[in-house]
């Protein structure tokens, strides 16, 4: 089957770095995206990766690793409206995404 | 990036009614939509993908005698709950791409919907 895993909730100091991690397995890959999700709203695109490495955009980064089907978002000089929810989703063989439950990140001052 | 939009952003109806949701691509032509669902706390669920001038399909586990997609137009996409019940309240939302393959999918605001 298809599963991608990444933790709950996660929590971290206005300031500060974190980075959430993703792991996937699934029936072929064409890319894998992080969106951010704030409560009642829809997810809105960060980032795609479908080639190993580093992506940086401003305050966040993806990195994917594909041999390890391992893929982590690296948020740094958090502010407090980054506490979100933020969605893993890998693109499949067939171009249906397959979504991840999602990790809460909690941001305290 | 393209826009999405829904409508309505929110709607709370009796048990027993119809609720239909729309979703528009305003600025592309989406060749083929998305429904998700998702429940407080949960991530996405997949509910159906329509593509233009053909039937939904939909995802194991949704009714589709429940959850009526019509995707009549390039641009339009429809989703009515049928007979909604309370079980049914959730945060629906939409999603277009413009073709198939490595096409970005664009997400609606979203529709929250409480069934009283």
């Known amino acids: 089957g298809q599963n991608i895993d990444q933790p709950t909730e996660m929590t971290a100091t206005e300031g500060a770095i974190v980075q959430i991690n993703c792991t996937y397995q699934?029936?072929?890959?064409?890319?894998l995206f992080w969106y951010q999700q704030h409560a009642g709203e829809a997810p809105t695109f960060l980032s795609y990766n479908v080639l190993d490495g580093l992506e940086e955009k401003g305050r966040f980064s993806s990195f994917l690793s594909r041999s390890k089907g391992y893929s982590y978002l690296l948020l740094k000089e958090l502010q407090m409206k980054d506490s979100a929810s933020y969605l893993c989703a890998v693109r499949d063989s067939n171009y249906q995404l397959i979504w991840g439950a999602g990790t809460k990140l909690i941001i305290k001052p | 990036g393209a826009v999405v939009s829904q409508h309505p952003s929110w709607v709370i109806c009796k048990s027993g009614t119809s609720v239909k949701i729309e979703c528009r691509s305003l600025?592309?032509?989406?060749?083929?939509m998305f429904w998700y669902r998702q429940f407080p706390k949960q991530s996405l669920m997949l509910m159906a993908t329509s593509n233009e001038g053909s039937k939904a399909t939909y995802e194991q586990g949704v009714e589709k005698d429940k959850f009526l997609i019509n995707h009549a137009s390039l641009t339009l996409s429809t989703l009515t709950v049928t007979s909604a019940h309370p079980e049914d309240s959730s945060f629906y939302i939409c999603?277009?791409?413009?073709?198939?393959?490595?096409?970005?999918?664009?997400f609606g605001p979203g529709t929250r919907l409480t069934v009283l």
């Open positions: 999603s277009a791409r413009e073709g198939e393959g490595f096409y970005e999918q664009f």
């Open positions: 699934t029936s072929g890959f064409n890319g």
């Open positions: 600025d592309f032509q989406a060749t083929t």
